[in-house]
Each structure stands twice: as structure tokens, then as C-alpha cells.
């Protein structure tokens, strides 16, 4: 990779990367056509060795870059409503990608913990306003279907319900609850365990 | 277009149809299927055609009125075409669920008759720069099988030749200014020549081959197609008006070879049309028509 | 546009009027005569003079301008939203939509704006698919939107071009880079690239332009134009859209000419865009740098909080939920 750094592959949609071999993967922005694969974006060509002899050929573009968010990928976004059975969301934010414009999340009340999902009460998970982190399970007609099943997923920003004028955000004080600091109200949250960036790099 | 579901086996089926040059309704690739046409059924209009083509059906109506001709083109009456996608076609027409589609064989129509040549706009001159008549060619979809163009074209050449001019003499008064008699006598009329009126032709490319007149299931496979409008001039055929459809793209040497099927299809399918129309007019002749219609 | 002719107008108190232009047939005529003459077989097969800037708008990431001789286009693409049509979710294909609008001032005919801004609309969009990948995003819709800021023929083409540039600026997947272009044939003489003036005599003087040559010669006028849109990879035509009156032969002719100024027209956008490419990843590389010099920065900070335990004590604060399932 380093190697390649200073001699940089300029390519755009329809050049012609390579021929297809079988310990050739393609990636990111390529596609097959007659035994060649091909660019489908302007960028630098990166081809990364991913164990087994099996090379991955991608197509990276430097700038911005469209995302559109697919299964697995970890969003944030908004709460705007909630009902008994769902809440709906507007995701904002894909990874650390920012999106242009939000797209329609919605999460049920079955996929908002892991485990006891019959006993979920979605009005003491979550409000509207909050900001939190989910993952994107599906995409359904209209939306995208996420989950906040996991330790590391849940509401990360809430305000108190009371406390408008000052916007203070309130503190987790544990995996169920959030405390104003100004007003020490305590509310009901699916908190999620926000883990600081070092530990996160430590775990991959 | 309307929609027909089609799993993969289905669409590998009709590929391999067409490779082998046998069609799944056992025509070749170059073959039409069976046509119906009526012309005249519609007693309100000025001019009319009924066209089924195996599972479309269309109805062509003209009506007529007198206009003020564009000052740049004072010798030329006017052309308008209408389509209206009827939501019995197929349920996606409801609401304004047709209106791409309506909008799109408009914009072919208007392209293909474009030009003086294709369609002689003279004979609807009344008074070089003062009146003219304007044409209204509605369509009506009333079943969507495929092939649309092909088929809404063909009706609408069969519906102009059709259509009777009421014969107008014209006084000229004081000043200029003329007064315009129209004959009271439905007998007293006059026709419109059709002879270079452009046909549409869809040649569609399904696989590495080029055919005409698709199903609405060979439609779903195919990924591009030409819709050439061919207007015979002097026995020879002429280009009025092409364009690529259908969302793929194609080799310039297939795009050659699907304008020459285009043409030698449409030169064929005017003749055809032609020597029909002739017949059915003997056929309806001057006396008040015993019309088939929709009856069988 | 064409030509102002200027009338006194007594009512007005010698104050004068601009009389609507092209009144009269026999004013194209006099046109017609007025203009050199191309010859009969175009010898240089070139682009008008070009400007392309791929990413001009700061507040849309994929924008492109574009100066084709005077023809002046703006093309932005939207990120892609979700679908709202429900009978288009059924295609198992992304849905792309392209929307063309004249700014007021682009051109001097305003009667048949509407008109024109849709027909140009739906060309566009049957242009634009088959260089789009549209498998990448199902049930999406991709918005494309045209600004035409000045009309001086070929709009079509310039339209197209723009939006390829566009479309690879804003990181959507295409198949190949697309380009296009227009010529035209009108009483014989072949106009590469024609100038609104030349389109507008085509089609607002389709008449008079064989008053004398179908009555007295049996041959036939030829006249009409042809808009390609190519992409040269796979050689493949994406789009070709012909009107007027022409024989087999000349609109293969025709075909072949537009064929080449793409080529030459697809060069041109190759540069442009490998230097944008170029630029970008350079703004890239610095950044990283410059994010990297951050990082260490914050690095140290939390070096030092370590020390002082302020981090432990942040985590010990956070019970584990008990709802999750333990391995």
C-alpha cells in the first residue's frame, strides 16, 4: 500500500482495470464486463491484499463520495415520532459520513434490545428529539429498518422533557436512565454505551 | 410501460426464442401478429380506426376545426395529437400513472409528422395565412399488449385517411375579409392523402437479436430498442424521425441493422396497410356502413 | 434574437418597438442567404469551442458547468431520495428522473418554454439511463437537475455532456463516460453543431424550405437533425435521436460525423476530470495530514488524563445493561 502511495492510478468510469482472475475480487466502485473488470467511478485504484492470495480491486474516490446507507451499517438519526408498536426516525448520518439528506428510518419495538423484547416499552426507551446510534437491519419499501439490539446502540443525545430553555443535555446514569444535570430529573432511555474512539480502534 | 412479471426461466425461454428464430407464439422475427382494423365506427367524429393488434387495442379519433394558421408557416394547417391511457389498459394507468407513457408516444407522434414531407400540412389550408384546419388525433388505449407505437401509429394513418373534410368555399366581402361556407352535405367532402404519413416501427433487441413487433412479455426482456418512423416518399422509404428507448444502448452496426429491418418492416407494413385500407373503404363504401366494432 | 428590426411608432412619440421577430417567412430567408454556408461535406469534424468545471456549487456535491460555445448549461445531481411512486418500485432498478428548466433570460422565445423544458426533460432522462448504474441503488430515485443559462443550439447534447460530468462528480456509478452531440442538414449543407439561429430556421421553416425544390424536381429536400449520445468504451450508442426527413443513407452519415466529435468531445472530458481527480486527491492527502497532526494532539491530551485517572473514572460510571445477552 505505501509502495503505492507515490505512484498513484488516476481512472475514471469505463477504463479498463484488469482481467477477471479467479484470486480477483472486485470492489468498490468496478464492475465486470467480458472478463475485464472495469471503473465505475473517478479515483485512485487501490488494490488491497486480502489474505489467501485473493486480491481486492477498488476504485477509490478522493472528495466527496455519494452514500446511500446499506445492511450493517451503523447510522445515526433522529427520532421523530413514536407510537406504541414503532418509532420513526430521519437517519442523518451514515458511519461518520454526513448525509446530504436524511432518509426515513424506522425502528420496532422488537428490534430495540436484545433480549425481554415483549416487555420493551417504547415510550420509556425512547423521545422524540433524541439522537441515536442503530443499525441498519433492512430496507423496507418506504424506509430503513434498524435495531438498536446491542450494547453500543441506543440513545446517545436527549434532552429532559421539561427542560427546553436550557438545552442541556442529560447525563446516562446507567443502561435504562439519563439525568439532567441541572434539574437532576432522571428519565427512562435505552442508553447506549458510547465507547471513546481508542478503545473502539483497540477492539478491531 | 405495463407491466408484466416475469421470472428469470420465463425470460431465458423467450431468449432462447428468439435466438433460434421462433418466437414463443410461433411467429419468426420479422413477423407481425394478426391485425384487426375498423375504420369509421366513431359517428361523432370526423374521421376513426379501431386497431387490434393480437392484445392492443386502439381507437383512433380525428376531429376537425378551423384555425388561424402560424404566420410563419401560412400555407400549413396544424396537427395535435392526444393520447389518453385508459386505466382499464392495465391498472398502472390509473390516476396519472399513464401520463409518461401517453406522454412519450405523443412526443414520437409529433416528432414523426414533424416534417412537410411526411405529412403534407397543405392540404389543410383553407386560406393561405387566414384560416386553416386544425387536426385533433386523440388516442384512445384501450389494452395495452405491446408494441404501442406500432400500433398507435397504424391507427392513426388508417384514422387520417379516414377523415372527411367538409368542403368549404370560401366569399370574399368587404375589406378583405372572407367568409367561409361550409358544405351542409356529408357526401361533399374531401380527403386527406396519406400516401407519405409515417409508420412507427419498434425494433426491439432482445439478446443479441433484433425483432419486431414484441409481446408485452418480450418487451420486459428486452433491454433497448429503435423506434424508427419510416414515411414512404416515390416508393422509397425515408427516416422522419428516430429515437433509442427502453433504457440500454447499443453498437452502431446494430443500430444500422435494426434501421434497415425498421425500414424494410415499415415499407412493407405500408403496402399492406395501403391495399387494406382500400379494401375496407370499398367494403364501408359511400352507403352508411355495417360497422363490426368491438362485436366479433 | 435574430435580427431586431426597429419601427417608429407614431403613438409612441417617436419612442420605437421591437417588432416580433421572424413575422415573416420571407425574414428566414434572408437569414438563410446571410449565412456562410457550411460546405457540402465537412471536412474538420471538431467540438465547438468548450468549458467544462466539474463541481462549480459548494452547496451540491455533484454540479458540473458546462460552456459549449455559447451554449451555457448548469447540472446539479441530487443525492438519491427514496421512491415514492409505488409502481416503479416493482423494476428492480434505481429510477431516474431529469428535469430541465430554462432561466428566462437563456432564450428569446418564450411561448414554447413548457414545451420544451419537458420534451427536453424526457430525452434527457432516456439519455442518461443506460450510462447510470441504476442496479446500485434500488428504490431510489435519482434526481437530475438542467439550468440552461444560454441557448445557442444544441442543448440537447451540451445537456447530456453536462450531465455525465455531473454524475461522476457526485460519485454515482457509471458504466462508461457519456458525450454527445448534434448535427444537422438543412437544403443540402451540413451543420456540425448548429446555433440556435440555424435550429430555429429548421424548425420554424420547415415549410418554405422546399416550396420550389418538390415542385420542380422530383428529388426529394433532405432536411432534419440528429442528436448521438455515445459512450466509447464498449462503443455503444446511448441515445440517438434523429427529426426531420432523411434518407437511410444520410442519416448514417450524419450518425458517423457525431460519432467523432464525441470522441473528441470524450478526450476533452477525460482531462478535465482526471485533473479534478488529480486536485481532489491532493486536497485529500493534505487533509488526512492534517487530521493526523489532530489526532496526535488529542492523543497526547488523553495520555495525560490517563494519568490522572479521569478515564477510569468515566467508565466505571457506565453500569452494563443487563438485557443483553451474554456469550
Same mark, same amino acid.
Given at each position: 500500500?505505501?509502495?503505492?502511495?507515490?505512484?498513484?492510478?488516476?481512472?475514471?468510469?469505463?477504463?479498463?482495470?484488469?482481467?477477471?482472475?479467479?484470486?480477483?475480487?472486485? #470492489?468498490?466502485?468496478?464492475?465486470?464486463?467480458? #472478463?475485464?473488470?472495469?471503473?465505475?467511478?473517478?479515483?485512485?485504484?487501490?488494490?488491497?491484499?486480502?489474505?489467501?492470495?485473493?486480491?481486492?480491486?477498488?476504485?477509490?474516490?478522493?472528495?466527496?463520495?455519494? =452514500?446511500?446507507?446499506? =445492511?450493517?451499517?451503523?447510522?445515526?438519526?433522529?427520532?421523530?415520532? =413514536?407510537?406504541?408498536?414503532?418509532?420513526?426516525?430521519?437517519?442523518?448520518?451514515?458511519?461518520?459520513?454526513?448525509?446530504?439528506?436524511?432518509?426515513?428510518?424506522?425502528?420496532?419495538?422488537?428490534?430495540?434490545?436484545?433480549?425481554?423484547?415483549?416487555?420493551?416499552?417504547?415510550?420509556?426507551?425512547?423521545?422524540?428529539?433524541?439522537?441515536?446510534?442503530?443499525?441498519?437491519?433492512?430496507?423496507?419499501?418506504?424506509?430503513?429498518?434498524?435495531? =438498536?439490539?446491542?450494547?453500543?446502540?441506543?440513545?446517545?443525545?436527549?434532552?429532559?422533557?421539561?427542560?427546553?430553555?436550557?438545552?442541556?443535555?442529560?447525563?446516562?446514569?446507567?443502561?435504562?436512565?439519563?439525568?439532567?444535570?441541572?434539574?437532576?430529573?432522571?428519565?427512562?432511555?435505552?442508553?447506549?454505551?458510547?465507547?471513546?474512539?481508542?478503545?473502539?480502534?483497540?477492539?478491531? | 410501460?405495463?407491466?408484466?412479471?416475469?421470472?428469470?426461466?420465463?425470460?431465458?425461454?423467450?431468449?432462447?426464442?428468439?435466438?433460434?428464430?421462433?418466437?414463443?407464439?410461433?411467429?419468426?422475427?420479422?413477423?407481425?401478429?394478426?391485425?384487426?382494423?375498423?375504420?369509421?365506427?366513431?359517428?361523432?367524429?370526423?374521421?376513426?380506426?379501431?386497431?387490434?393488434?393480437?392484445?392492443?387495442? /386502439?381507437?383512433?379519433?380525428?376531429?376537425?376545426?378551423?384555425?388561424?394558421?402560424?404566420?410563419?408557416?401560412?400555407?400549413? @394547417?396544424?396537427?395535435?395529437?392526444?393520447?389518453?391511457?385508459?386505466?382499464?389498459?392495465?391498472?398502472?394507468?390509473?390516476?396519472?400513472? @399513464?401520463?409518461?407513457?401517453?406522454?412519450?408516444?405523443?412526443?414520437?407522434?409529433?416528432?414523426?409528422?414533424?416534417?412537410?414531407?411526411?405529412?403534407?400540412?397543405?392540404?389543410?389550408?383553407?386560406?393561405?395565412?387566414?384560416?386553416?384546419?386544425?387536426?385533433?388525433?386523440?388516442?384512445?388505449?384501450?389494452?395495452?399488449?405491446?408494441?404501442?407505437?406500432?400500433?398507435?401509429?397504424?391507427?392513426?394513418?388508417?384514422?387520417?385517411?379516414?377523415?372527411?373534410?367538409?368542403?368549404?368555399?370560401?366569399?370574399?366581402?368587404?375589406? @378583405?375579409?372572407?367568409?367561409?361556407?361550409?358544405?351542409?352535405?356529408?357526401?361533399?367532402?374531401?380527403? /386527406?392523402?396519406?400516401?407519405?404519413?409515417?409508420?412507427?416501427?419498434?425494433?426491439?433487441?432482445? %439478446?443479441?437479436?433484433?425483432?419486431?413487433?414484441?409481446?408485452?412479455?418480450?418487451?420486459?426482456?428486452?433491454?433497448?430498442?429503435?423506434?424508427?418512423?419510416?414515411?414512404?416518399?416515390? %416508393?422509397?422509404?425515408?427516416?422522419? %424521425?428516430?429515437?433509442?428507448? %427502453?433504457?440500454?444502448?447499443?453498437?452502431?452496426?446494430?443500430?444500422?441493422?435494426?434501421?434497415?429491418?425498421?425500414?424494410?418492416?415499415?415499407?412493407?407494413?405500408?403496402?399492406?396497410?395501403?391495399?387494406?385500407?382500400?379494401?375496407?373503404?370499398?367494403?364501408?363504401?359511400?352507403?352508411?356502413?355495417?360497422?363490426?366494432?368491438?362485436?366479433? | 434574437?435574430?435580427?431586431?428590426?426597429?419601427?417608429?411608432?407614431?403613438?409612441?412619440?417617436?419612442?420605437?418597438?421591437?417588432?416580433?421577430?421572424?413575422?415573416?417567412?420571407?425574414?428566414?430567408?434572408?437569414?438563410?442567404?446571410?449565412?456562410?454556408?457550411?460546405?457540402?461535406?465537412?471536412?474538420?469534424?471538431?467540438?465547438?469551442?468548450?468549458?467544462?468545471?466539474?463541481?462549480?456549487?459548494?452547496?451540491?456535491?455533484?454540479?458540473?458547468?458546462?460552456?459549449?460555445?455559447?451554449?451555457?448549461?448548469?447540472?446539479?445531481?441530487?443525492?438519491?431520495?427514496?421512491?415514492?411512486?409505488?409502481?416503479?418500485?416493482?423494476?428492480?432498478? *434505481?429510477?431516474?428522473?431529469?428535469? $430541465?428548466?430554462?432561466?428566462?433570460?437563456?432564450? *428569446?422565445?418564450?411561448?414554447?418554454?413548457?414545451?420544451?423544458?419537458? !420534451?427536453?426533460?424526457?430525452?434527457?432522462?432516456?439519455?442518461?439511463?443506460?450510462?447510470?448504474?441504476?442496479?446500485?441503488?434500488?428504490?431510489?430515485?435519482?434526481?437530475?437537475?438542467?439550468?440552461?443559462?444560454?441557448?445557442?443550439?444544441?442543448?440537447?447534447?451540451?445537456?447530456?455532456?453536462?450531465?455525465?460530468?455531473?454524475?461522476?462528480?457526485? *460519485?454515482?456509478?457509471?458504466?462508461?463516460?457519456?458525450?454527445?452531440?448534434?448535427?444537422?442538414?438543412?437544403?443540402?449543407?451540413?451543420?456540425?453543431?448548429?446555433?440556435?439561429? $440555424?435550429?430555429?430556421?429548421?424548425?420554424? !421553416?420547415?415549410?418554405?424550405?422546399?416550396?420550389?425544390?418538390?415542385?420542380?424536381?422530383?428529388? $426529394?429536400?433532405? !432536411? *432534419?437533425?440528429?442528436?448521438?449520445?455515445?459512450?466509447?468504451?464498449?462503443?455503444?450508442?446511448?441515445?440517438?435521436?434523429?427529426?426531420?426527413?432523411?434518407?437511410?443513407?444520410?442519416?448514417?452519415?450524419?450518425?458517423?460525423?457525431?460519432?467523432?466529435?464525441?470522441?473528441?468531445?470524450?478526450?476533452?472530458?477525460?482531462?478535465?476530470?482526471?485533473?479534478?481527480?488529480?486536485?481532489?486527491?491532493?486536497?485529500?492527502?493534505?487533509?488526512?495530514?492534517?487530521?493526523?497532526?489532530?489526532?496526535?494532539?488529542?492523543?497526547?491530551?488523553?495520555?495525560?488524563?490517563?494519568?490522572?485517572?479521569?478515564?477510569?473514572?468515566?467508565?466505571?460510571?457506565?453500569?452494563?445493561?443487563?438485557?443483553?445477552?451474554?456469550?
Amino acid at each position: 500500500m505505501s509502495a503505492l502511495a507515490d505512484e498513484t492510478i488516476v481512472c475514471l468510469p469505463g477504463e479498463r482495470l484488469c482481467r477477471t482472475e479467479d484470486n480477483i475480487v472486485l #470492489g468498490i466502485g468496478t464492475y465486470e464486463q467480458n #472478463g475485464y473488470i472495469y471503473a465505475s467511478k473517478s479515483g485512485i485504484v487501490n488494490i488491497d491484499d486480502s489474505g489467501e492470495n485473493c486480491q481486492v480491486v477498488s476504485v477509490h474516490k478522493p472528495g466527496f463520495h455519494l =452514500t446511500i446507507p446499506a =445492511t450493517g451499517d451503523v447510522v445515526t438519526a433522529r427520532v421523530l415520532v =413514536t407510537t406504541p408498536k414503532f418509532v420513526k426516525c430521519a437517519i442523518f448520518c451514515v458511519r461518520n459520513v454526513l448525509l446530504e439528506s436524511s432518509y426515513r428510518g424506522l425502528l420496532r419495538k422488537e428490534d430495540v434490545r436484545e433480549t425481554e423484547k415483549d416487555r420493551v416499552d417504547i415510550y420509556k426507551s425512547f423521545k422524540p428529539g433524541d439522537v441515536i446510534l442503530a443499525r441498519v437491519i433492512n430496507q423496507l419499501d418506504q424506509s430503513f429498518l434498524l435495531t =438498536t439490539a446491542e450494547n453500543e446502540l441506543g440513545v446517545v443525545i436527549a434532552y429532559a422533557s421539561d427542560a427546553r430553555k436550557t438545552r442541556v443535555p442529560m447525563v446516562p446514569v446507567g443502561w435504562s436512565e439519563m439525568q439532567c444535570p441541572q434539574t437532576t430529573i432522571k428519565e427512562p432511555r435505552k442508553v447506549a454505551k458510547v465507547l471513546p474512539e481508542s478503545s473502539i480502534n483497540a477492539v478491531k | 410501460m405495463a407491466y408484466v412479471a416475469l421470472s428469470e426461466a420465463e425470460k431465458t425461454y423467450i431468449l432462447h426464442g428468439v435466438e433460434d428464430d421462433f418466437r414463443c407464439d410461433g411467429r419468426s422475427r420479422r413477423d407481425y401478429r394478426p391485425m384487426e382494423l375498423e375504420t369509421g365506427l366513431v359517428s361523432n367524429a370526423s374521421g376513426s380506426a379501431r386497431l387490434r393488434l393480437a392484445n392492443t387495442d /386502439i381507437l383512433v379519433g380525428v376531429k376537425t376545426e378551423i384555425d388561424v394558421p402560424n404566420p410563419l408557416t401560412p400555407e400549413f @394547417g396544424k396537427l395535435e395529437f392526444f393520447v389518453d391511457c385508459s386505466a382499464n389498459a392495465t391498472p398502472e394507468f390509473e390516476g396519472r400513472g @399513464g401520463s409518461d407513457l401517453a406522454q412519450e408516444l405523443v412526443l414520437s407522434l409529433q416528432n414523426a409528422y414533424e416534417s412537410p414531407l411526411a405529412f403534407d400540412y397543405r392540404t389543410l389550408c383553407l386560406i393561405p395565412g387566414q384560416q386553416c384546419w386544425k387536426l385533433y388525433i386523440d388516442i384512445l388505449i384501450l389494452e395495452c399488449g405491446g408494441n404501442l407505437h406500432d400500433a398507435v401509429s397504424l391507427a392513426a394513418k388508417a384514422a387520417l385517411f379516414n377523415t372527411k373534410l367538409p368542403r368549404v368555399t370560401a366569399t370574399l366581402l368587404d375589406a @378583405g375579409i372572407t367568409d367561409l361556407i361550409i358544405s351542409d352535405n356529408p357526401y361533399d367532402c374531401t380527403r /386527406i392523402g396519406i400516401e407519405t404519413v409515417p409508420l412507427l416501427v419498434t425494433v426491439c433487441k432482445i %439478446g443479441d437479436y433484433c425483432l419486431v413487433d414484441p409481446s408485452a412479455e418480450e418487451e420486459v426482456c428486452s433491454t433497448v430498442s429503435v423506434v424508427v418512423s419510416v414515411s414512404m416518399r416515390n %416508393g422509397e422509404p425515408f427516416l422522419s %424521425g428516430t429515437h433509442l428507448t %427502453g433504457g440500454g444502448a447499443m453498437h452502431r452496426d446494430t443500430m444500422r441493422n435494426c434501421l434497415q429491418l425498421g425500414l424494410s418492416i415499415g415499407e412493407h407494413l405500408d403496402k399492406l396497410l395501403t391495399k387494406m385500407l382500400k379494401l375496407e373503404q370499398e367494403r364501408v363504401g359511400p352507403k352508411r356502413p355495417k360497422t363490426v366494432g368491438f362485436l366479433k | 434574437m435574430l435580427r431586431v428590426t426597429q419601427t417608429k411608432n407614431s403613438l409612441l412619440d417617436g419612442a420605437s418597438i421591437a417588432e416580433e421577430l421572424y413575422t415573416t417567412p420571407k425574414d428566414g430567408e434572408d437569414f438563410f442567404e446571410s449565412l456562410d454556408k457550411p460546405e457540402k461535406e465537412p471536412t474538420k469534424l471538431a467540438p465547438r469551442n468548450t468549458f467544462i468545471r466539474p463541481g462549480v456549487l459548494t452547496t451540491v456535491r455533484g454540479s458540473a458547468y458546462m460552456e459549449y460555445g455559447n451554449t451555457k448549461v448548469l447540472a446539479i445531481v441530487a443525492p438519491p431520495k427514496e421512491l415514492i411512486r409505488a409502481s416503479a418500485r416493482r423494476m428492480n432498478m *434505481g429510477v431516474l428522473n431529469c428535469y $430541465v428548466n430554462f432561466a428566462a433570460f437563456a432564450t *428569446g422565445d418564450l411561448e414554447s418554454v413548457a414545451e420544451r423544458e419537458r !420534451h427536453l426533460g424526457s430525452m434527457l432522462t432516456k439519455a442518461m439511463e443506460p450510462v447510470v448504474c441504476r442496479t446500485e441503488f434500488l428504490n431510489f430515485q435519482l434526481d437530475i437537475r438542467v439550468l440552461i443559462l444560454d441557448d445557442d443550439g444544441c442543448l440537447l447534447s451540451t445537456a447530456i455532456n453536462c450531465c455525465g460530468v455531473a454524475l461522476v462528480e457526485c *460519485g454515482i456509478s457509471t458504466y462508461d463516460l457519456i458525450t454527445a452531440s448534434t448535427a444537422c442538414i438543412f437544403r443540402d449543407h451540413v451543420f456540425l453543431n448548429p446555433s440556435a439561429k $440555424v435550429e430555429e430556421l429548421l424548425w420554424k !421553416h420547415r415549410g418554405n424550405s422546399n416550396t420550389n425544390a418538390t415542385s420542380s424536381t422530383s428529388s $426529394v429536400q433532405e !432536411h *432534419g437533425l440528429i442528436i448521438t449520445a455515445s459512450m466509447d468504451t464498449f462503443e455503444q450508442i446511448a441515445q440517438c435521436q434523429q427529426c426531420g426527413y432523411l434518407s437511410p443513407a444520410t442519416y448514417v452519415k450524419l450518425l458517423d460525423y457525431t460519432l467523432t466529435i464525441n470522441k473528441s468531445l470524450r478526450q476533452l472530458i477525460r482531462g478535465v476530470l482526471t485533473k479534478r481527480v488529480k486536485e481532489q486527491h491532493e486536497l485529500d492527502l493534505r487533509e488526512k495530514a492534517e487530521s493526523a497532526l489532530e489526532d496526535q494532539r488529542l492523543e497526547d491530551i488523553i495520555e495525560k488524563l490517563k494519568k490522572q485517572g479521569l478515564d477510569e473514572f468515566i467508565q466505571s460510571n457506565i453500569k452494563e445493561d443487563p438485557y443483553v445477552k451474554r456469550i
